[in-house]
């Protein structure tokens, strides 16, 4: 059983490390979260039941770490020299990049909650219901945050002409619905 524990936990390194990514949005942090989910889940290894879903499982281990250092940092002080290198440094200018940094931004300014389902669905390819055990909520949750996050990512990144679009106004010489029609012909004769 251990050495197909371990597999498992091989295997799932990469998808979790985007995870990680796509929480931290910092690649030493996401190291650190990766290394202190493995880390934990080696340990609780004897609590993991095999023919479980162990996706979710790391999941949920990584986003409770994540809340972990959330709630440590807030206590610790960050040095300046952090934050004068961030605000100095260019990213490059390829389209690709320029794309790759609006889309991080567009999610930076989605809810925790529909980042994350963002990232779970969408990204790491999770079902609804891989995604609601990991996130510790019902399917229609995970279906609803799911919409709005996209609904909301359209909107920040195409701007609200994708709203005007969606819904034609009506036309002014247009037909009435053929009920009123009828019912108009009848009251003209």
Request: hydrophobic content about 45%; charged content about 25%; proline content about 4%.
């Amino acid at each position: 059983m251990a050495s197909e524990f371990h597999k498992l936990l091989v295997e799932n390194l990469p998808r979790m490390r985007a995870y990680a990514l796509m929480l931290t949005r910092n690649a030493a942090q996401a190291d650190d979260l990766l290394q202190d989910m493995a880390f934990h889940a080696l340990r609780a290894q004897g609590q993991f039941q095999m023919g479980t879903n162990f996706v979710a499982w790391l999941y949920r281990i990584m986003r409770n770490d994540f809340v972990t250092s959330l709630r440590k940092a807030k206590r610790a002080p960050k040095p300046m020299d952090e934050a004068l290198e961030q605000t100095l440094s260019y990213g490059a200018s390829q389209d690709d990049a320029i794309m790759v940094n609006q889309v991080h931004a567009a999610m930076g300014q989605l809810p925790m909650s529909q980042r994350e389902v963002l990232m779970l669905v969408c990204a790491s390819g999770l079902s609804y219901e891989e995604a609601a055990e990991a996130m510790n909520c019902s399917v229609g949750t995970v279906k609803s945050r799911l919409w709005r996050a996209r609904a909301q990512m359209r909107k920040i990144l195409m701007g609200d002409e994708t709203e005007a679009a969606a819904a034609p106004a009506p036309e002014k010489d247009a037909e009435p619905p053929r009920g009123r029609k009828v019912q108009a012909e009848l009251r003209a004769h």
